[in-house]
């Protein structure tokens, strides 16, 4: 059980465009679900919080604007990072929780190659 | 949020038993333990989460003294592909808390022949 997946697993645009990245909570119900991205060799860096039917909660320091996040059902949230350019380049992971008393179940990553 | 601290690099060899302690001096009261493992390009998994005292599972067991500032994971008997970087966090739980996980440097466990 606790299966998070992403799509894509891996992606590569062209800078100035803009990429969707899927988080779907697949054996359960997800109302909530969390955003990180990681740069090679470094930890986890968590972006934003998305409850499902509200608006997302950002960390200091990221954009709201430049990552757009949408959690419309309890099973998927988007993260659309819009008019990307090569230091956007990263690692981004999803996490997914019952509920805030429950575990963080995360996907496998998506790869975004910004070029 | 609680910061947490951790050996940034533990080296062992196949067979033997491997503890990684974490610190957490300034753990508030709701706050759960949990353990994750991380291979190169994928997500963390999680290994084990806990409150206080000891929870085993099938793969770890988790131990938490009384005044919870700090944790050892103990892995036994690892293997090759028990390489791996190793997350401890602590985050709010309860109802309301939101449960947001400050991830620290982890350490990087490399298992030898």
């Known amino acids: 059980g606790a299966v998070v997946s992403q799509h894509p697993s891996r992606v590569i645009c062209k800078s100035g465009t803009s990429v969707k990245i899927e988080c779907r909570s697949l054996?359960?119900?997800?109302?909530?679900m969390f955003w990180y991205r990681q740069f090679p060799k470094k930890s986890l860096m968590l972006m934003a919080t998305s409850n499902e039917g509200s608006k997302a909660t950002y960390e200091q320091g990221v954009e709201k604007d430049k990552f757009l996040i949408n959690h419309a059902s309890l099973t998927l949230s988007t993260l659309t990072v819009t008019s990307a350019h090569p230091e956007d380049s990263s690692f981004y992971i999803c996490s997914a929780s019952a509920d805030p008393t429950d575990t963080q179940y995360f996907g496998p990553g998506t790869r975004l190659t910004v070029l | 949020l609680a910061k947490t601290t951790q050996p940034i690099s533990m080296d062992s060899y196949e067979g033997q038993e491997v503890n990684i302690t974490c610190s957490h001096n300034?753990?508030?009261?709701?706050?759960?333990i949990t353990w994750y493992q991380q291979f190169p390009s994928q997500g963390p998994r999680f290994i084990i989460q806990g409150y206080k005292t000891k929870v085993t599972n099938e793969v770890a067991s988790l131990f938490i003294p009384a005044d919870r500032k700090s944790s050892t994971l103990s892995l036994p008997r690892v293997s090759l592909s028990d390489t791996a970087v190793y997350y401890c966090?602590?985050?709010?739980?309860?109802?309301?808390?939101?449960?947001?996980?400050?991830f620290g440097t982890g350490t990087q466990l490399k298992v030898e022949l």
């Open positions: 054996d359960f119900q997800a109302t909530t």
């Open positions: 300034n753990i508030a009261t709701n706050d759960y």
């Open positions: 966090l602590v985050g709010d739980m309860s109802t309301g808390g939101g449960n947001k996980l400050t």
